[in-house]
């Protein structure tokens, strides 16, 4: 028996792959060292816990609305409020298992089969897996590494054809850490307008910003662009509740109308403990969110300079998110190797450190490496392969000598 063909054109996810792979190699042994995972290293701060264990002993363990609790449906309305100054009604809200999950129901819900939907390289690595899996058409449009690998206006407005139905915007992004200017986000803003184009806003790195960089929603530039924009955020990034899963969407009526539908046959509810909790992420202390992003914007400055004195690797400083993404197309040619997955299989095999090729991101010139870890342990993975890339560098340099 087959599997339907939407399961066989599957792309497998680049960052879990490389986890997977990371895992089985410590499990025989070996003193690997993962910089591959999009997931912060610090606990869920200490009221959010209690506040979910205090809703179990309470006995709150039972279904909610399928489109989440009315009372975290305020908390979220009132953080929208608060940040973007940006003002939803309840029924503009849906609250889903984690921001992936909000994404995925998004799209079942607005695309139609051969609907196309805009892409900007490099882009997360669930995006087009997801566009495809609800029959739609991912049209990649590449960010420039003259432009901070953001896409120019120009570009945007030659992918555009008919059948465009939405784009994809995510700033601060994942892989890169760049953030659109407000500039920028209005003209392509005015694009879609004129387009008549749904805007998919992911904004779950929003609350790790460094050295002064601000964070817009394109939602917040116009009534006609809230309008047409779909707000994605959710706790994983910010409040270190990756494995709690809670996210949510904002926007159109209709269109959170129809998520919900599409959730009440999926997951039925998100989870009514992390609900809880997301109640009191949203409406406590948020000082714990500032420590994790000062510590972030530390390991930053120092992770970006040592990476700096690596040969061949070539990187713009981020602005957001926990990952450096360096053009390393230099160090692999200049290292002997194929292309970015040879040089980082080998990286891995034989200096132990597990980073993520560009390829799974649309961008096969880059790596990605995350600093979501302690400084100490991203430092010795760094001398790892500044140690690896110098002695293969040399060793291919006294090879072509000889030759």
């Known amino acids: 028996m087959r599997l339907a063909k939407r399961a066989e054109d599957i792309t497998p996810s680049a960052t879990l792959s490389i986890t997977a792979k990371a895992k089985e190699l410590r499990e025989k042994g070996k003193d690997v060292i993962g910089l591959g995972a999009g997931e912060p290293d610090f606990n869920t701060p200490d009221h959010i816990i209690e506040a979910a264990y205090k809703s179990m002993k309470n006995g709150e363990t039972k279904y909610t609305p399928s489109g989440g609790l009315a009372s975290l449906k305020q908390a979220i309305i009132r953080k929208l409020s608060r940040d973007q100054q940006l003002e939803y ?9 984690g921001a992936k999950h909000a994404l995925y129901t998004l799209f079942q819900a607005i695309l139609d ?11 997360w690595v669930s995006y087009p897996e997801q566009v495809k899996l609800a029959g739609g058409v991912p049209v990649f449009v590449e960010g420039q590494e ?23 915007l995510n700033s601060p992004s994942n892989p890169t850490g760049m953030v659109y200017t407000n500039e920028e986000l209005q003209a392509i803003g005015d694009l879609c307008v004129r387009k008549g184009i749904w805007i998919v806003s992911d904004e779950i790195y929003e609350k790790l910003l460094y050295h002064g960089a601000t964070h817009t929603s394109i939602a917040q530039l116009s009534q006609q662009l809230q309008r047409q924009t779909i707000v994605i955020n959710g706790l994983s990034k910010s409040h270190s509740m990756t494995g709690w899963r809670m996210g949510f969407a904002a926007g159109d009526k209709k269109v959170i109308e129809a998520m919900t539908n599409i959730a009440s046959h999926s997951t039925s509810n998100p989870t009514t403990t992390t609900q809880y909790g997301a109640i009191a992420a949203y409406d406590g202390p948020q000082e714990p969110v500032e420590n994790m992003r000062l510590a972030f914007q530390h390991r930053l400055d120092t992770v970006f300079e040592k990476l700096s004195t690596i040969p061949g690797f070539h990187c713009e400083k981020p602005q957001g998110a926990f990952y450096l993404f360096p053009n390393v197309t230099e160090a692999v040619e200049r290292t002997g190797f194929a292309n970015v997955e040879a040089f980082s299989t080998a990286l891995l095999e034989e200096a132990n450190v597990a980073v993520v090729p560009g390829t799974g991101f649309g961008s096969p010139d880059h790596l990605r490496i995350s600093y979501a870890t302690d400084l100490d342990t991203i430092l010795v993975a760094l001398e790892r392969i500044e140690r690896f890339v110098k002695e ?5 340099e006294s090879a072509s000598k000889r030759g």
Do not use: M
Request: net charge negative.
């Open 146 to 168: 003259e432009h901070q690998l953001k896409i120019t206006i120009d570009a945007l407005e030659r992918s555009v054809t008919d059948r465009t139905k939405a784009l994809i």
């Open 113 to 123: 089969k051969d609907d196309e939907v805009i892409i900007p390289t490099p882009y």
């Open 392 to 396: 293969r560098w040399d060793s291919t």
């Open 89 to 97: 009604a309840p029924s503009e809200v849906i609250v889903t298992t």
